[in-house]
């Protein structure tokens, strides 16, 4: 158990709806990642915050949107869903010391979702 | 496109056997990192090497790192079932204004054969 949460874990949605992806990270950790995994992409980074703020930005649709709150869970929201959006969504956690390169991430267990 | 590539892409061995899997990246890194990933769920931190490390051990586990060559190996030794797995090498890449994202290889699927 990495210590990092992740609601829901299945989700099954329609095209064009907006869902909200949840994920509470390791007590103490500062930083939060976002990644999508899908078969054809492999592995990619979305977003980084870090203490409520955005910290990098990678492949992030503009469909997407990311936040950390003050006490640290984040939200990952997608709308107008398409049925590529269909994919595994991970959260990770670090210390996330500002400044330095990237530390050891923690994974949730991710939330699959499945767009039809 | 990928920072990382690992090779082979799967690879089948009996348990006991030590299994070798490759990293090759493109750009110059801070550190590189591997994870391993059991079917379908959370990516598990195994090691973190430094740019400035050439060998690291973890248990059962021996990193190296050739920045010259820009490549990593991860060699398990003694392999067991459980080790069945997919593995990932992972390399921070600079994405401006002092941040970094990690980059994610496409994996290596490890068979581990009782």
């Known amino acids: 158990d990495s210590g990092v949460t992740q609601t829901p874990k299945h989700l099954i949605t329609a095209t064009g709806q907006r869902v909200t992806l949840r994920c509470s990270p390791r007590s103490g950790d500062l930083s939060v990642y976002w990644y999508q995994q899908s078969l054809d992409q492999g592995l990619q980074f979305l977003i980084q915050?870090?203490?409520?703020?955005?910290?990098a930005k990678g492949n992030i649709l503009e469909r997407f949107s990311a936040q950390q709150f003050p006490d640290l869970h984040s939200e990952l929201n997608l709308s107008s869903l398409e049925l590529g959006d269909s994919a595994l969504y991970f959260c990770?956690?670090?210390?996330?010391?500002?400044?330095?390169?990237?530390?050891?991430?923690?994974f949730g267990p991710g939330t699959r979702l499945t767009v039809l | 496109s990928q920072q990382g590539e690992e090779d082979p892409q799967a690879l089948s061995i009996q348990e006991g056997e030590n299994a070798t899997m490759n990293c090759s990246y493109k750009t110059s890194i801070n550190n590189l990192q591997w994870y391993r990933q059991n079917s379908g769920r959370g990516l598990v931190h195994l090691i973190l090497?430094?740019?400035?490390?050439r060998e690291k051990h973890s248990g059962r586990l021996r990193v190296t790192l050739d920045t010259s060559k820009k490549s990593s190996s991860l060699l398990i030794t003694a392999s067991r079932a459980a080790d069945t797995a997919s593995y990932f090498c992972a390399t921070d890449v600079y994405s401006g204004a002092g941040s970094y994202q990690l980059t994610f290889g496409k994996g290596t699927k490890l068979s581990v054969i009782p």
């Open positions: 090497i430094r740019s400035n490390e």
């Open positions: 915050y870090y203490n409520g703020e955005e910290r």
């Open positions: 990770a956690s670090s210390l996330g010391l500002a400044g330095l390169a990237l530390d050891e991430q923690f």
